[in-house]
């Protein structure tokens, strides 16, 4: 696709989710290259099952860059089970305040995401592991502003993977989908005992080119340490959830 047509497609979604003070040219011209990068390594490695830009602009960049505006300027972000860049990459595109960590189980997605965040110029680093391991070391158990997750796990399993992460007084920003609610009460219980409770629940729409779809971001601070025990294996944790 043309820079030209990208352009106008990306303005009139960002426009149309309330995205527009995000989109200015040196962004769309990342996005733009983002897609190139994206695409181009999804024909070897399985990157995203979303092909056209219509597809690829709201319900990846969008839905990602929504999370913006509740994360503090100059933040120390995790962004957990990153997977092939959403939202770590988007975000180090409309932020570039901020320090993000990008973290998933699959190497070569994490290699990927390096690669592509270094060619566009973002200040992202990518760290292979399994969340639940990773949060017992020192560098990174409550070393962050703010942690992220997409698509990884319902949240009664989230949040013991994610909370760990989290500096007292920081964040956990779960993106959800329709059913975001309904999860949050389903793991409020585990989300007490890993030392949070909820700041918000946030509703809104996403708004592709003629359709749009029910989204919840639920957004937990962080009130005290998370229990040393805590998290327990994946084995575990996905067995019995908090």
């Not at 060619?119 to 992202?124: C, E, P, T």
């Not at 760990?164 to 999860?183: D, M, N, Q, T």
Request: charged share 25%; with cysteine; aromatic share 8%.
């Amino acid at each position: 696709m043309e820079y030209s047509v990208f352009r106008e497609d990306f303005l009139r979604i960002f426009e149309k989710n309330g995205l527009i003070a995000y989109a200015d040219e040196s962004a769309i011209r990342k996005f733009y290259d983002l897609t190139d990068l994206m695409l181009e390594t999804n024909r070897v490695m399985n990157i995203t099952a979303l092909t056209t830009t219509d597809k690829i602009i709201p319900l990846h960049y969008a839905d990602c860059v929504k999370a913006a505006e509740w994360i503090p300027q100059n933040a120390t972000v995790a962004d957990i089970g990153c997977g092939g860049g959403f939202p770590v990459l988007p975000l180090a595109i409309v932020r570039p305040d901020l320090r993000i960590t990008g973290i998933d189980s699959t190497e070569k997605k994490i290699r990927y995401v390096q690669s592509t965040a270094e060619k566009l110029g973002l200040q992202v680093m990518a760290i292979s592991g399994r969340a639940e391991e990773l949060a017992k070391n020192p560098e990174h158990r409550d070393s962050y502003d703010c942690v992220i997750s997409r698509a990884v796990a319902r949240l009664n399993i989230l949040n013991e993977l994610c909370l760990p992460y989290v500096k007292v007084g920081g964040r956990l920003i779960a993106l959800k989908g329709a059913a975001g609610e309904a999860e949050y009460l389903e793991a409020k219980n585990g989300i007490f005992k890993m030392g949070g409770e909820l700041e918000s629940l946030i509703s809104y729409k996403l708004h592709m080119n003629k359709e749009e779809e029910q989204r919840y971001s639920v957004i937990i601070r962080k009130n005290s340490p998370t229990p040393k025990e805590y998290p327990r294996t994946f084995g575990n944790i996905k067995k019995k959830p908090l």
